[in-house]
């Protein structure tokens, strides 16, 4: 099935919709994701700006940033999903939504928190 007709692409978009309202300065949010990835907040926007330390939150495009929120609550919340899935979907949505730089961008940023952390060296 093709991820732009599969119902839960479809319940992403509106998410990441929701998100975008919810930064413009609409206190409620309608979706109940929303309101999982809103009340998590401050962890995911740490895990952001750790994983995109050259970009401040406040210059982050808000799609950008609407739909990296949303997949670090999926990878750290949810966790019903593979990672793979949750970035090539947050990638999908950076084209639906955005551009070509921010699916780079987007990709660039989840890859960075889910790759494997290496051991210290004693």
């Not at 413009?24 to 995109?52: F, H, M, Q, R």
């Not at 593979?82 to 990638?91: F, G, R, S």
């Not at 551009?99 to 952390?117: C, D, E, Y």
Request: with cysteine; net charge positive; proline share 6%.
């Amino acid at each position: 099935m093709s991820a732009r007709r599969d119902h839960r692409h479809y319940l992403r978009q509106k998410t990441v919709q929701a998100l975008f309202v919810h930064r413009a300065g609409n206190s409620k949010p309608s979706t109940l994701i929303s309101k999982k990835v809103i009340s998590n907040l401050t962890k995911i926007d740490k895990l952001i700006e750790k994983s995109a330390p050259r970009w401040p939150l406040e210059q982050i495009n808000w799609v950008d940033l609407s739909i990296l929120r949303l997949a670090c609550w999926e990878l750290l919340f949810e966790k019903t999903t593979p990672p793979k899935v949750i970035i090539n979907e947050a990638i999908e949505l950076a084209k639906d939504f955005s551009n070509q730089s921010s699916a780079s961008f987007v990709n660039a940023v989840l890859g960075t928190i889910v790759k494997p952390k290496k051991p210290k060296k004693k």
